[in-house]
């Protein structure tokens, strides 16, 4: 039976978006910007205009594509997150991708400068960026310090925090990006990653429910393989 010491975006009464952002940003942005949808596969692109892009629905994943040709999963985004633009680095460019059919709210930078002026918003605007850029640091520890185990772990709680709903005593979670984007992201081949959903099933951790769902069953031993799970909920 799973534990419920992870507070889910699903257990909020409040859209996904408006949970990641807090309740002030969340109010203050909702009549600004406008509102895109973007299928999948397609790139999340900048416009002429710089703007701040955020999440509303879906996942989407941002990529650095080597001077080779070869293409790294370096981050997801989830709703509210804030996405970072693509562009050019040297020996390298950065894409961001929708991987599901996801809505993005675009809000130029001119209406971001009156948002900042108003009481508070500054600060919650820093809030933000300081949580999602300590996330981005977990994640980047877990493929420099952590084990196999530990890095399926980061993510699943990662995930289920983030996209997680209750069904009864069990928290059920759609990997929407698939097997072959985790293990991208995590630096892991196909066959390993399997392997380890495979041993946490067999423990009893986790349960399959069709080819993208999974069940957790054991939040409580689920947390206790990730050493960085206090930095991603």
Known sequence: MT??????????????????LGAHLSKKIAAMGVV????????VSDTHEKSLVILRQGVCSAAIILADGRRNIVS??????????GGNIKYMSKVNTAISNIEVRRIGFTEIERLLRQRGSA?????LLETQAAQLEAKIATLINLSVKERLA????DVVTRLGRRSGDWIEVDLIMGRKTIANLLG??????????????????????????????????????????????
């Open 154 to 157: 980061v993510f699943l709680l």
């Open 36 to 43: 895109e949808c973007i299928p999948r596969g397609e790139v």
């Open 123 to 127: 600060r919650s605007m820093l809030d």
């Open 76 to 85: 997801c985004y989830y709703p509210g997150d804030i996405v970072f633009g």
């Open 3 to 20: 534990s419920n010491s992870v507070t889910l975006q699903s257990d909020k009464r409040v859209t996904s978006e408006g949970v990641a």
């Open 188 to 233: 892991l081949t196909v066959e390993t990653l399997s392997r380890q959903f495979t041993g946490l099933r067999r423990s009893g951790i986790l349960d399959y429910r069709g080819n993208s769902s999974v069940r957790i069953l054991d939040l409580r031993r689920l947390s206790q393989l990730s050493p960085l799970h206090s930095a991603l909920v």
